[in-house]
T-cell receptor
Framework: KQEVTQIPAALSVPEGENLVLNCSFT??????LQWFRQDPGKGLTSLLL?????REQTSGRLNASLDKSSGRSTLYIAASQPGDSATYLCAVPPANQAGTALIFGKGTTLSVSS | GAVVSQHPSWVICKSGTSVKIECRSLDFQATTMFWYRQFPKQSLMLMATSNEGSKATYEQGVEKDKFLINHASLTLSTLTVTSAHPEDSSFYIC??????????????FGDGTRLSIL
C-alpha cells in the first residue's frame, strides 16, 4: 500500500531564505506527483504536477523535482516570503493507477517571518 | 483554469441533523469526483469516489449509509452527512479532474467545508 511521508513536519525560516521540503513515497510505480499548498481552514491550491517521465517542474520561485527510483520528491522555494507561509502537501496516485484519488502526506507547515 | 466550487464553506448544526455539501465543476465535466476528510493536523484521507450515474465507491471504514453520495450530473456531486454527530466534525474537501484531458491535468480541489456538530 502506497504511503507518503513528508519531512520536516514544520519549518520556520526568515524572509529571503531558500528552503527545501521533502516528500518520500513507498511505491515508485506512480504516474505523477503533485504538490499543493493549503492555507489554514482553506482548500488546496495545486502548485506543481510532475509526470513520471519528468524530473522536475518549475513555476516562478518554486521548483519540484522527482526521483522515482528512490521514491523521493523535493519542493524548492527560492527567496521565501511571508506570503509563502502555509502547509505544503505532497500527493501521489496509488501505484500503477491513473485518474484515481490521491494519497497525501501529512504536510510541512512553513512559517516565513519578516 | 479548471475550477471546483464547494458549498457551503462552513456549517454549524446540532447533533442529529443531516447536512448536504455540494461540489461543482464550473468549467469542465467530471465523470468522477472524490470526497476527502481532513481532521486537525492530519492529512487528507479519501472517503469515497463519486461516479456519475452509478453508485459511489467507499473506502474501508466509511459508512455508506451515513455518508450518502449522489453524482447526478457531470458537474455536480453531493455528500450528505446523515444524522451527524460531534465525531463527524471535520473538514470535507472534494476534488475533480477534467475527464477528457488525460493525466496531464492535475486534480482540482474545492475550498472545503468546515463541519462542526454541536
Amino acid at each position: 500500500k502506497q504511503e507518503v511521508t513528508q519531512i520536516p513536519a514544520a519549518l520556520s525560516v526568515p524572509e529571503g531564505e531558500n528552503l527545501v521540503l521533502n516528500c518520500s513515497f513507498t511505491d515508485s510505480a506512480i504516474y505523477n506527483l503533485q504538490w499543493f499548498r493549503q492555507d489554514p481552514g482553506k482548500g488546496l491550491t495545486s502548485l506543481l504536477l510532475i509526470q513520471s517521465s519528468q524530473r522536475e517542474q518549475t513555476s516562478g520561485r518554486l521548483n519540484a523535482s522527482l526521483d522515482k527510483s528512490s521514491g523521493r520528491s523535493t519542493l524548492y522555494i527560492a527567496a521565501s516570503q511571508p506570503g509563502d507561509s502555509a502547509t505544503y502537501l505532497c500527493a501521489v496516485p496509488p501505484a500503477n493507477q491513473a485518474g484515481t484519488a490521491l494519497i497525501f502526506g501529512k504536510g510541512t507547515t512553513l512559517s516565513v517571518s519578516s | 483554469g479548471a475550477v471546483v466550487s464547494q458549498h457551503p464553506s462552513w456549517v454549524i448544526c446540532k447533533s442529529g441533523t443531516s447536512v448536504k455539501i455540494e461540489c461543482r465543476s464550473l468549467d469542465f465535466q467530471a465523470t468522477t469526483m472524490f470526497w476527502y476528510r481532513q481532521f486537525p493536523k492530519q492529512s487528507l484521507m479519501l472517503m469515497a469516489t463519486s461516479n456519475e450515474g452509478s453508485k459511489a465507491t467507499y473506502e474501508q471504514g466509511v459508512e455508506k449509509d451515513k455518508f450518502l453520495i449522489n453524482h447526478a450530473s457531470l458537474t455536480l456531486s453531493t455528500l450528505t452527512v446523515t444524522s451527524a454527530h460531534p465525531e463527524d466534525s471535520s473538514f470535507y474537501i472534494c476534488s475533480a479532474r477534467p475527464w477528457d484531458r488525460g493525466q496531464v491535468e492535475p486534480q482540482h480541489f474545492g475550498d472545503g467545508t468546515r463541519l462542526s456538530i454541536l
